[in-house]
């Protein structure tokens, strides 16, 4: 029997504050924070390969991809051969020859992991997924929707949609012993200060079959080192008003122009999330 992702359901920020400050494994996990609880585990290129259709993939695209369990690989026929990776190097290679000369004067040399946290922060389609170290820094991006969408929003206090902080334990790596899944660690590229910022930490997975990790890791039988963390999302107020006092936001998590342009709009647009209103 398939062993399921462990859900923990919180009814308030200050939960979430006493779950972070009781791990005492905490500083050994990363995060990652999804405004939506429905959206699956999956890079930009896997979503991609997944066909995407809104915010859900179509059932059949996720693990164990469809309710008969029949396995994508007898779906894809229309894939050529080499599909997945061949794609994979001719956009990293096309956005190399587009990036020649944009990176100031006597860039460093990068490797393919950093060109693709690189591109990832710029908006290429890549086949990694960010995490952060920091269970707060994930919280912020948990919240942004919530954020944005909190002014236009009448009675907020009665909704009881939830987001999501993914939790996991990077020592799954050495257990699986798999070619196909791995964590990049210290990730470092000069002139993208947000990687320092943000805390980050990235997973790639490449396998033929399952693209999102909740079915990878389902099928791995490694469920317990992953864990979703449910929060309402009427507690944004209380969220930013706390992550604000960390000094957490978009000035400081992106550490540019566009970061500071974010946060003018944020206090000046929805400033009443500042002030606990």
């Known amino acids: 029997m398939t062993e399921d992702i462990e859900i923990i359901d919180l009814d308030s920020w200050e939960q979430f504050r006493k779950l972070v400050l009781n791990d005492h494994v905490v500083h050994g996990s990363i995060y990652r924070g999804h405004s939506n609880p429905e959206w699956v ?3 930009p290129f ?11 993939p179509y059932p059949d695209r996720i693990y164990p991809y469809g309710a008969d369990g029949v396995n994508i690989k007898h779906r894809k026929e229309f894939w050529v051969p080499d599909f997945y990776q061949r794609t994979r190097s001719e956009c990293l290679g096309i956005f190399k020859r587009l990036a020649c000369g944009l990176r100031g004067t006597n860039p460093a040399n990068l490797t393919e992991e950093q060109w693709w946290v690189l591109g990832r922060h710029y908006g290429l389609i890549v086949p990694i997924l960010d995490w952060t170290w920091s269970p707060y820094v994930a919280a912020f991006f948990a919240f942004q929707k919530a954020m944005k969408d909190y002014g236009n929003i009448t009675c907020y206090d009665s909704r009881i949609d939830r987001v999501a902080i993914w939790k996991m334990n990077p020592s799954v790596e050495k257990v699986l012993k798999t070619n196909d899944f791995k964590i990049l660690k210290n990730i470092s590229i000069p002139e993208l200060t947000r990687v320092y910022t943000q805390q980050s930490i990235y997973t790639s997975l490449h396998n033929d079959e399952i693209f999102e990790l909740e079915g990878y890791f389902k099928h791995h039988n490694v469920c317990q080192y992953l864990k979703k963390i449910m929060i309402p999302e009427n507690e ?38 500042y002030m606990g209103v």
């Open 46 to 56: 896997e979503r991609e390969i997944m066909k995407l259709k809104g915010n859900k």
């Open 41 to 43: 585990l999956a890079s």
């Open 236 to 273: 944004v107020n209380k969220a930013v008003k706390d992550l604000s006092l960390m000094n957490i936001g978009y000035r400081t998590l992106f550490a540019d122009l566009s970061g500071a342009a974010k946060e003018a709009n944020t206090r000046t647009w929805k400033g009443n999330i």
